[in-house]
């Protein structure tokens, strides 16, 4: 479990984050949404010490980690960013190694000891056909999913994810979806896709301006009347015969008002706003 | 290429490549024991290989006395293996600095000298000869190691080391320092009243391995030794700050104190170096570039192999620089920036084929 408590984080003058207390529970996907500049990318960052904090304290599993070491908060917390930038001339077995570094320490790191479980974490991703290839070589989807490989090879019981299917395809987002649920006893996921976030969030954190506009449970939580004033448009949530969320967004204004979903057939949706 | 499809077949394919690492380090370490072997035998006066082979087993491992002259024994032994050994050391050391300072700056065109060490170590010996009027090849060193130290404490100060602000800032800082500091040196050789002074700073800044110093040879060989063991040992750290600073926080570094640990590190063990043998150039940089070529990018395997390449070009580099117009000496220096340059123009071309 990770818990951020009054969280403030103040960047060149700039209040980033401010007063934010979350609560991530174990044996849960955590979802944190919200519009462009609304902290979320901070929030993560916050959650790993990667940025100092004004105010507040984040606690993993109950341990405040303003008093651990990073290897420390490594050891239990893996984190993908949203542009990994890793140093081409690496293959993708070495950069996936270095998820073993926090745990066997520089000495052991990329032993052949290890060989098994990075060849399990490229598997994972579906990479085995590029494993011996140079990072030079891969595409920014590819590169998205090294970097999953290697927080799955860091072996932390805490993942936090950074936009994590941004450049996939279809078929690859698909699949990290699927993984999702099974990386970690703990997810922490930024998304910006709401539906996406519906459907493989337990529980999801609404940020806004740097503050938590909403916290809860999916289904309760992802609403029109949050959602419209979060990110200033008029939001239609339907959910369709598999019980899954589906949102129409318009801006606001007199033309939104007409709007209606076209693809979804009417006969497998109930609208839930009125 | 073969398509792995399985885990398993890429665990084969991981330790089929670990054993390929330590074949060419076998070869390499061969290749540079037939190197100092040519290197001894090659100069004014030849001398046949089996004699030479006969010196060192006697020096080194007590295999005793054969029928070679004295004079022959007094050549290699006492003239040419001081200088051999230095070409070793300083090659070795100058190509690892190089793919570690590549490495910890994300830049792949950085070289040992970025954070102006090369530039401190050369006012530094402007400074003795030109201002203070000369002394002993030992008071070069030490004034070479002493302004080497003292541009990394500048460029460390400018960078702002406290704020924390990556790599591209010692970059920044580490240019600054060094066009200051050979502003300074240009300016002490420019208004010095002895042409021959002034000279022998200028040879020197181009870098010689004329002149060896028994202590420097041993002060470089020890912080070579120990230095490329450590950075060995800890390769892991360096690859994780290579993928940038949220990598290597991700796998439980500290990335700002690691990357100036490691620095510091680096530019003592350069600066040691720099102090013997004075600038010489493009080992650092063109080194790294081929050593990747053959054992890919990661630093365990890519070290060992950067320091036995970059050893045997500075002591074919310096071979080159001694007997090509005997009697006369040519910097070092020069030679490798002639092999340098074009062949990193022609890695580059390749790279941007690739």
Known sequence: MITADGVTVRLGGRVLLDDVSITAPTGAVTGIVGPNGSGKTTLLRALVRAVPLAAGRVSVDGH?????????????????????????????????????????????????????????????????????????????????????ARAIAQNASHVLLDEPTNHLDIRHRLEIVALLG????????????????????????????????????????????LLDPVYDVVTRRLVDGAGRSRFDFALPGPASVARTPSIRTPQTITQENP | ????????????????????????????????????LAALAIGPVPIDPATVAGVLGDHLLGTGQGDWPASAEQIVWATRAPR???ALVAG??????????????????????????????????????????????????????????????????????????????????????????????SFLVFS??????????????????????PLALAAASVAAVIGIAALVIIAPLTDALASGDDSARSAGIDPERTRIGLMVGVSAMVGVTVAAVGGVGFIGLVVPHLARRLVGGRHRAVIPVVALLGAILLLAADTV???????????????????????????LRQDSRA
């Open chain 1, 64 to 148: 405040d980690i303003r008093a651990r070491s990073r290897r420390w908060i490594a050891r239990r917390v893996a984190e993908v960013g949203q542009r990994a930038e890793p140093d081409p001339a690496l293959r993708v077995v070495d950069e996936v190694a270095l998820g073993g570094l926090a745990e066997h320490g520089p000495l052991r790191a990329g032993g052949a000891g290890q060989d098994d479980r990075v060849a399990g974490a490229i598997d994972a991703v579906g990479l085995t056909h590029r494993a011996l290839d140079r990072l030079a070589t891969l595409s920014g989807g590819e590169l998205q999913r090294v970097a999953l």
């Open chain 2, 1 to 36: 290429m073969t398509v792995r499809s399985t885990p398993a077949e890429v665990v084969a394919s991981v330790r089929r490549s670990r054993r390929r690492s330590t074949t060419v380090v076998a070869a390499l370490l061969a290749a540079t024991g037939l190197a100092a």
């Open chain 2, 92 to 185: 070795a050391v100058l190509a690892v600095a190089g793919v570690m300072l590549q490495a910890l700056v994300r830049n792949s065109l950085a070289d040992p000298y970025l954070l102006g060490l090369n530039s401190g170590a050369s006012t530094g010996v402007a400074l003795v000869v030109l201002v203070a009027g000369g002394g002993s090849a030992l008071l070069f060193s030490g004034a070479a190691l002493a302004g080497a130290i003292g541009a990394v404490l500048l460029v460390l100060l400018f960078a702002g080391v406290a704020h924390r602000r990556g790599p591209f800032r010692l970059v920044l800082a580490g240019l600054a320092v060094g066009y200051a500091l050979n502003a300074a040196t």
């Open chain 1, 182 to 225: 099974r990386i970690a006893p703990t997810v922490v996921v930024v998304l910006h896709d709401l539906e996406l976030a519906a459907q493989v969030c337990d529980h999801v954190i609404v940020l806004h301006g740097g503050r938590v506009a909403g916290a809860g449970a999916q289904c309760d939580l992802l609403r029109p009347e």
């Open chain 2, 321 to 347: 620089a001694r007997t090509a117009f005997a009697p006369q000496e040519i910097p070092v220096g020069v030679i490798t920036g002639v092999i340098g340059a074009p062949f990193l123009l022609l890695l």
């Open chain 2, 192 to 213: 010095s009243d002895s042409p021959e002074a002034a000279r022998s700073v200028l040879f020197w800044l181009l870098g010689s391995l004329a002149t060896v110093q």
């Open chain 2, 84 to 86: 051999v050994a230095m």
